[in-house]
């Protein structure tokens, strides 16, 4: 991975490179030209996502959004309490909106699954997890997200490799190779996803583009 073979933005302001970004400035800071590496976690940093038929839900929705134009998608990985993205967002669609959008859906289609499931106990969990009642009825998502500016060739490379190891580590351990982190059943693409040469569709099947 050399810097002439990515995409990155241009050198920013020394207050911000590298730097989580804020949801109460990110409309000041964004910028459709640039790569962000986003991260967010599920509610209480529970593993919500171990299950195959869970991972599916985040999946469709990365490939929704990137069909839809909503954004670029470069790399991610979809873990058992938290997901990274690596991404270019369209103007109409700042990072935040696509956080706060990705949100909403899943979490509507995950507490159906539950629902469809009858699983009272992960119902409860989440219901139990809510911090404004008013407003919601299950929390499925952590409110806070992080979000960098992608400022250098060396950056997005060490956050292309973390997301390639992530599955491989050892307070993890998920499986003995990257490639090998997939729901079960030949063909079907994988829960994390590196695109060298291009854009991520996280429909297609296979391992690395």
């Given amino acids: 991975m050399t810097g002439s073979r990515w995409i990155c933005n241009p050198p920013l302001r ?4 590298g730097k989580s970004i804020k949801m109460s400035v990110w409309r000041v800071e964004f910028n459709p030209a640039h790569l ?11 593993r919500l996502f171990r299950r195959d038929v869970i991972k599916q839900i985040l999946v469709d ?5 990137r069909a ?7 790399a991610f990985v979809v873990m058992p309490n938290h997901i990274h993205l690596i991404v270019r967002c369209a103007v109409e669609h700042p990072v935040s909106d696509v956080v706060r959008d990705f949100k909403k859906y899943t979490s509507k289609k995950i507490v159906a699954q539950y629902e469809t499931e009858h699983n009272d106990q992960a119902l409860r969990f ?3 997890a809510v911090k404004r009642p008013e407003k919601q009825e299950y929390a499925v998502w952590e ?10 060739a060396e950056f997005l490379r060490q956050k292309m490799e973390y997301i390639h190891n992530n599955p491989l580590q050892p307070h993890w351990r998920l499986v003995e190779k990257p490639l090998g982190y997939k729901p079960s059943g030949s063909g079907k693409p994988p829960w994390y996803r590196l695109c060298s040469g291009g854009i991520c569709n996280p429909a297609a099947g296979g391992g690395d583009t």
Avoid: N, P
């Fill in 143 to 152: 409110d806070e997200y992080q979000a960098k500016d992608v400022y250098s």
């Fill in 126 to 128: 989440l219901h139990e």
């Fill in 14 to 17: 020394a207050a911000c490179c």
């Fill in 61 to 65: 929705s990365f490939a929704y959004m």
């Fill in 68 to 74: 839809s134009g909503w954004l670029e998608l470069f």
């Fill in 36 to 46: 962000y590496f986003v991260t967010t976690r599920a509610i209480r940093r529970a």
